[in-house]
């Protein structure tokens, strides 16, 4: 290991990560999902779309981004005076607020 680039650490610390691509530009979180000779990975992958598919679990999005979280987001983007406030405002309260996630 060049030790110029990360030197090595007294105390060894392992951390496992997983990250998901969930703004993807098509909306398809799954189009990285790569073959693995792990059958947990594909457990994993699976178990996700399993998960994401069962509509019974929706809610409106609202209810994890409420109106007051939308009201103090509104404010700072006030303060960095960007434009088109009113339209946002009416998008999300008579559009996103009520889609489901």
């Known amino acids: 290991m060049d030790e110029t680039i ?3 650490l007294d105390n060894h610390v392992c951390v496992n990560v997983a990250s998901w691509n969930i703004a993807a530009i098509n909306n398809n979180p799954f189009e990285y999902w790569v073959s693995s000779p792990d059958p947990k990975y594909d457990e ?3 178990s996700v779309e399993k998960l ?3 509509q019974s679990l929706d809610i409106p999005v609202h209810c994890a981004f409420s109106d007051s979280m939308f009201s103090e987001l509104i404010q700072e983007m006030h303060i960095a005076n960007l434009k088109s406030m ?5 998008l999300w309260h008579g559009d996103f607020k009520c889609r489901f996630a």
């Open 86 to 90: 009113e339209a946002i405002e009416k």
């Open 6 to 8: 990360l030197p090595e």
């Open 52 to 54: 994401l598919n069962d």
């Open 44 to 46: 994993l992958m699976s």
